[in-house]
């Protein structure tokens, strides 16, 4: 059938659903909607096709189990090996990660299109043509900072400790505008006051009219004749169990693979479409690691904007983001201490104060593969941005000391608490081990990287998978590199310029 406009919960339509649009997208996040949007805009019938389910803000609860079951890919238990464990959480339904992300918004950093002009071909990255994409999605995702009555002491204490030291600190911009402060968008937004792209650049192209989403569908497979692709394969999902109860079938003239890049990668490998050689390699993650301090004032961490402040140390290749995490998520930082003193630190829970040093991997190396078992996804973590993450660590724990904090613990095995800045170096050497650091990623990228030769990327400038002539990527596995700031608004850019891609040269 041809692709019905509004939403659809595929699991509610029947044992076998056959679609038919000028577009299927697979996959509905930041990248998926993003160019489902500009698809619209082109007039274009588009079926998003996405595995997860549809959700309203009253669905969601703060409730660890219930959030990690059904909003997170792997229901939570997404890592990476290597020369460290690193969870790499992600998400599934409609609205993808961004159901689930702190809605922190950076533009792409100038440097950085340089770099993947320059370096890499990708010749459409131009400040200009991004400006452009930016002021849309400021627009679309409602950019701003929030009001300091929302902020509250995580953000405060930490933006005095940063001004103190004279550091380089700012409100975050972020798409939630009519945010409360409620401080668990990891678990979705409750509110409303977040913009994931289900309820903006989806809602928009929804009511152009032209646009279906059916959820609880999983695209396996593919038909192809030459070198192009006729149709995508897949099933749909019991949305509790996830276990198969039909099949879905969509026809179409042009497909955007969009299911993030881990998915992504998987499915190209999986269906022959792309070579090993760059195909799921290239992997980048922006490491991340969190510091606890305890504070002479209340805070209460489980108030006020998840996270709402910064310190742009991106010309030393990292940044400074505050944070908070529910209670139990604390107790499950605290894996340095053990036994009286973990319950120390639980029992002044709301004196407790949380951020962390984020990494612009530059040395590090990743990839993801299919194995019988299941996706194997690899991540060594480089000397050079162990460093990174090091000096990071340690302007965090001053930032905090500088405060006021009575004492700080950094997020690594056998860490002491740290009561004056004039210990943290010796504290954090460079030496000490990656695997003794409590490292968490939540930004892949890089997997179906984007470039001017086919010998050396996957996608051409414009998302087009090399060798085939009606398939594209868009997601964050396009990205030639690592951004070294929060990826979701270069993601929505690469999203709109591939719509526009298709659109400019026509069904
Ligand atoms: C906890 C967390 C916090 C974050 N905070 C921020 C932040 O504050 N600011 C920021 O800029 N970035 C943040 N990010 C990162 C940002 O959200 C992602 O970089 C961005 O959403 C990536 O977009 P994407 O389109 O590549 O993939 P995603 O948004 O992950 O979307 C991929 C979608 O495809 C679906 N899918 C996958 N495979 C298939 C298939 N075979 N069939 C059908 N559907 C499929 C998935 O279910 C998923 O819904 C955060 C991420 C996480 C996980
Ligand atoms: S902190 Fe703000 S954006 Fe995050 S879940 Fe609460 S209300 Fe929504």
Redesign the pocket.
């Known amino acids: 059938m041809k692709v019905e406009p509004g939403r659809h919960s595929a699991s509610a339509l029947g044992g076998r659903v056959e679609l038919e649009a000028d577009v299927v997208v697979?996959?509905?996040?930041?990248?998926?909607?993003?160019c489902a949007a500009a698809l619209a805009d082109a007039g274009l019938s588009v079926a998003v096709?996405?595995?997860?389910r549809h959700w309203k803000p009253a669905d969601f609860r703060q409730d660890t189990a219930f959030s990690l079951r059904n909003l997170?890919?792997d229901r939570g238990a997404r890592t990476t090996r290597g020369n460290a464990i690193i969870p790499?959480?992600?998400?599934?339904?409609?609205?993808?990660?961004?159901?689930?992300?702190?809605?922190?918004?950076?533009k792409t950093p100038a440097p950085v299109l340089k770099q993947w002009r320059e370096d890499f071909g990708c010749e459409r990255a131009t400040d200009e043509r991004f400006a452009g994409y930016f002021d849309r999605i400021w627009r679309t995702i409602g950019v701003t900072v929030n009001p300091v009555a929302v902020q509250r002491n995580n953000n405060l204490v930490f933006k005095e400790g940063a001004e103190k030291l004279g550091l380089n600190g700012q409100w975050?911009a972020?798409?939630a505008p009519g945010c409360a402060g409620c401080g668990i968008?990891?678990y979705g937004c409750p509110s409303g006051g977040k913009f994931s792209?289900d309820r903006t650049f989806l809602a928009e192209a929804i009511a152009k009219g032209t646009v279906g989403v059916y959820a609880d569908?999983?695209?396996?497979g593919v038909q192809s004749e030459g070198d192009k692709i006729t149709a995508v394969t897949?099933h749909i999902l019991d949305p509790e169990t996830f276990a198969p109860i039909g099949e879905v079938v969509a026809k179409g003239k042009v497909f955007v693979?969009?299911?993030?890049?881990?998915?992504?990668p998987?499915?190209l490998l999986k269906n022959g479409l792309a070579s090993s050689d760059h195909c799921g390699q290239h992997l980048v993650i922006h490491p991340t690691c969190g510091l606890l301090a305890r504070n002479p004032q209340v805070i209460a961490p489980w108030s006020g904007v998840?996270?709402g402040y910064y310190v742009d140390c991106w010309d030393k290749g990292f940044l400074l983001q505050t944070f908070t995490v529910t209670p139990d998520q604390y107790f499950l930082m605290l894996q340095g201490p053990v036994g009286a003193a973990t319950m120390e630190w639980m029992a002044d829970l709301s004196h407790v104060s949380s951020a962390g040093a984020l990494v612009h991997d530059q040395d590090s190396v990743g990839f993801v593969r299919q194995t019988p078992i299941g996706a194997d996804i690899y991540y060594h973590f480089g000397d050079g941005d162990k460093t990174r993450l090091i000096d990071g660590m340690r302007l965090c724990a001053k930032v905090m000391l500088a405060a006021g904090a009575t004492s700080v613990m950094a997020g690594h095995m056998g860490a002491t608490p740290l009561a004056r800045a004039e210990d943290v170096d010796s504290a954090l050497p460079y030496e000490l081990p990656a695997q003794q650091i409590f490292l968490y990623a939540?930004?892949?990228?890089g997997t179906c990287r984007m470039g001017g030769e086919a010998s050396s990327s996957v996608v051409d400038p414009t998302g087009k998978v090399w060798g085939w002539a009606n398939l594209r990527v868009?997601?964050?596995?396009v990205f030639p590199t690592s951004l070294g700031?929060?990826?979701?608004?270069?993601?929505?850019a690469m999203?709109l310029m591939v719509g526009e891609a298709i659109a400019a040269e026509g069904i």
Do not use: K, W
Request: with cysteine; proline share 5%; glycine share 18%.
């Open positions: 697979i996959g509905s996040g930041a990248g998926g909607s993003a096709i996405e595995e997860g997170y890919q790499l959480p992600g998400g599934r339904g409609v609205g993808g990660s961004t159901l689930i992300n702190s809605a922190i918004a950076f975050l972020r798409s968008c990891q792209v569908c999983r695209v396996t897949g693979v969009a299911g993030g890049p881990i998915q992504s998987l499915f998840t996270q939540s930004h892949p990228m868009a997601d964050a596995s700031v929060n990826p979701q608004v270069t993601t929505m999203g």
